[in-house]
């Protein structure tokens, strides 16, 4: 796909929406697995029982994303560098979904070899050792060192934030920007419900809010736009949760709401940047716009 079709794509999602009601999504996460080699303690997934998808079923999901209209798919888990389905491994899976798709991410949490031929890779990376290692299991110095190793030229942080890591995260931005292309963050889901203990009380969102929208204009690699910044705040955007599809272990598409079919949605309670930001670009705001093609858009794949 050319910048002009990649353009052209954008245009024809957003008139059949908007003048014909064709509410098909441009984005996919394809989960391969609940596996994984750590147990993140705000993580419902890798405590889940059941089956991997194994690469003919993965195949099988690209063509129906494909044909609903789908673009641009990010590869989640679980951790996807466990996958395996015999001599298939992750590599394998990024080649074929590259058959399909504008633009191929991943997420992992770090602790492989960051060797992919994606054309982006997120890294979760939730605090300095101490903090991360308590959330995540002690991978802090592991993750720091595949990015020091790492030749992939889009590689990007990715922090959820929480009411344990909140107070660091200003200097973990600071420290992660000269070791990766971007930052972005989202809120932790309180998928355990009102009780859920990680869930970062509004008042204290909005001064990190604020903390980062400063970084941000100082120069900071924080690539999540200043208006899905300020819409975190308070959560009254306008959510348009089809524009985004999810396919399990199990194969099943689900169009919608990141917590579908794995939680109680609350819009409320949402920290999801990514339902912000393309939910913000369909309403037509320029910046969120930009902060999708300069992820996602046309450039020259590696």
């Known amino acids: 796909m050319t910048g002009l079709h990649w353009y052209v794509y954008l245009l024809s999602c957003y008139a059949k929406s908007r003048f014909l009601n064709i509410k098909r999504p441009v984005l996919a996460g394809v989960k391969l697995t609940y596996n994984c080699n750590l147990k993140c303690i705000h993580c419902p997934f890798w405590s889940k029982k059941g089956k991997s ?25 679980g951790e996807p560098f466990v996958w395996k389905d015999g001599s298939y491994d992750i590599n394998d899976i990024v080649k074929e979904a590259k058959r399909f798709f504008f633009c191929v991410g991943i997420t992992t949490n770090g602790t492989f070899p960051l060797k992919v031929d994606s054309d982006i890779i997120w890294v979760s990376i939730d605090g300095f050792k101490e903090t991360h290692d308590r959330i995540r299991g002690k991978s802090f110095e592991r993750i720091i060192a595949n990015l020091k190793n790492c030749s992939h030229s889009r590689v990007y942080a990715h922090i959820t934030i ?20 971007g930052i972005t963050i989202q809120f932790h889901y309180p998928y355990n419900g009102a009780e859920d203990e990680m869930f970062l009380p509004f008042n204290k969102r909005l001064t990190i809010l604020d903390d980062l929208i400063k970084m941000k204009s100082d120069g900071f690699p924080v690539t999540n736009s200043y208006a899905c910044l300020k819409a975190l705040k308070n959560n009254r955007w306008k959510c348009h949760s089809w524009m985004i599809a999810s396919v399990g272990p199990d194969n099943k598409i689900t169009q919608g709401c990141y917590v579908k079919d794995r939680g109680e949605i609350s819009c409320e309670r949402c920290g999801f940047s990514a339902h912000t930001e393309i939910s913000l670009a369909y309403n037509g705001v320029i910046e969120s716009i930009r902060v999708g093609n300069r992820l996602f858009g046309p450039k020259r794949r590696m």
Do not use: C, M, T
Not at 55 to 72: C, H, M, N, T
Not at 162 to 181: H, R
């Open 53 to 77: 998808l194994s690469f003919s079923q993965a195949k099988e999901s690209f063509k129906k994303l494909y044909d609903l209209g789908i673009r641009v798919v990010i590869i989640e888990g």
């Open 162 to 181: 929480n009411s344990i890591n909140w107070v660091e995260v200003p200097e973990l931005v600071e420290f992660l920007s000269s070791k990766v292309k």
